[in-house]
C-alpha cells in the first residue's frame, strides 16, 4: 500500500500533463485524475496519513472542474485552515508554568 501511496502523486501529475493533448477530451481526463485525487484523500484520511491527503487536496483542487476563482478560493481556504490549525497546535503546546508562592 505505501509503495501505491508514494507512486500515485506523482502518476496523476505526469497524467495531468497529458491533459492538455487531450483536447476535446479534457474536462473528462480532468474529472479521471480528479476522481482519483478524491479516492486517494479518503485513503489517507482513513490511514491517518495527513500529510498524502494534503497533498491529494491540491491535486484534487487544481483538477476540479469548477472555476478558476473557485479553484483560487479553495486553495486560499484549504491554506487559512492549515496555519489555522498549526497555529492553535502551538498554543496548546504551551502549558503555562504555575506560579510559585515563596512563604
Do not use: H
Not at 509503495?3 to 493533448?21: G, H, N, W, Y
Not at 479553495?74 to 490549525?85: D, K, Q
Amino acid at each position: 500500500m505505501k509503495i501505491v501511496k508514494c507512486l500515485s502523486i506523482p502518476i496523476l501529475l505526469i497524467a495531468s500533463l497529458f491533459a492538455c493533448c487531450a483536447a476535446s477530451y479534457e474536462p473528462l481526463v480532468d474529472f479521471a485524475i480528479w476522481v482519483g485525487a478524491i479516492i486517494l484523500i479518503w485513503q489517507a484520511i482513513r490511514l491517518q496519513q495527513y500529510f498524502f491527503a494534503s497533498g491529494f487536496l491540491a491535486i484534487a483542487i487544481v483538477f476540479t472542474p469548477l472555476s478558476l476563482i473557485v479553484k483560487i478560493v479553495l486553495l486560499l481556504g484549504v491554506a487559512c485552515l492549515a496555519v489555522l490549525r498549526n497555529l492553535v497546535a502551538a498554543f496548546d503546546a504551551q502549558q503555562p508554568q504555575p506560579a510559585e508562592v515563596a512563604l
